[in-house]
Antibody, heavy 116, light 107 residues
Framework: EVQLVESGGGLVQPGGSLRLSCTAS????????MNWVRQAPGKGLEWVSY????????YYADSVKGRFTISRDNAKNSLYLQMNSLRAEDTAVYYC?????????WGQGTLVTVSS | DIQMTQSPSSLSASVGDRVTITCQAS??????LNWYQQKPGKAPKVLIY???NLETGVPSRFSGSGSGTDFTFTISSLQPEDIATYYC?????????FGGGTKVEIK
């Protein structure tokens, strides 16, 4: 069974940093590209970042470019999102997701709250 | 970026009614479209992939159709447990983009 489990969320002050992790199981993690998607309270879904299976291809949404860094460790079956210079508008539930038709799976999400 | 225009944004229907949601892409995405159901406090759950394929374990009252730019999601007979917000999402190109969502309520 495919499982994606996020961790690392919490309360952080504006301008602060946080590192999210996503641990994968039930599939060959190193064979799949991965994404981070977020959802602000009461809002819709917003794609944040993509990383290819070998980390050679990386993309970011304009809203986080230059502040967030996606990475992965295929030996540890783990995906990461380093978030710096956090703003109030980054407050959201962050999901890691394997997206692609039949193989689409999402984690349960981790809440990031940016507030003083 | 590919824009996904989903309508309606909300609807109210009776148990047993047929419910239809549409999603229009700003450019041809072939059949690279997922439909999700999201209940409060939960992660989105894939119901339909590749525009028209029912995910394993999903009731057959859910269906999807379309290709290119115009897509339709249907609940053939609305049940109380179907109360949720539904989203379309294209995965033809990055950035992945989502429709704005349709909140389905019971009348």
């Amino acid at each position: 069974e495919v499982q994606l489990v996020e961790s690392g969320g919490g309360l952080v002050q504006p301008g602060g940093s946080l590192r999210l992790s996503c641990t994968a199981s039930g599939f060959t993690f190193s064979s799949y590209s991965m994404n981070w998607v977020r959802q602000a309270p009461g809002k819709g879904l917003e794609w944040v970042s993509y990383i290819g299976s070998s980390s050679s291809t990386i993309y970011y949404a304009d809203s986080v470019k230059g502040r967030f860094t996606i990475s992965r460790d295929n030996a540890k079956n783990s995906l990461y999102l380093q978030m710096n210079s956090l703003r109030a508008e980054d407050t959201a539930v962050y999901y890691c997701a394997r997206v692609g038709g039949r193989g689409t799976h999402w984690g349960q999400g981790t809440l990031v709250t940016v507030s003083s | 970026d590919i824009q996904m225009t989903q309508s309606p944004s909300s609807l109210s229907a009776s148990v047993g009614d047929r419910v239809t949601i549409t999603c229009q892409a700003s450019q041809d995405i072939s059949n690279y479209l997922n439909w999700y159901q999201q209940k409060p406090g939960k992660a989105p759950k894939v119901l339909i992939y590749d525009a028209s394929n029912l995910e394993t374990g999903v009731p057959s009252r859910f269906s999807g159709s379309g290709s290119g730019t115009d897509f339709t999601f249907t609940i053939s007979s609305l049940q109380p447990e179907d109360i949720a917000t539904y989203y379309c999402q294209q995965y033809d190109n990055l950035p992945l983009t989502f429709g704005g969502g349709t909140k389905v309520e019971i009348k």
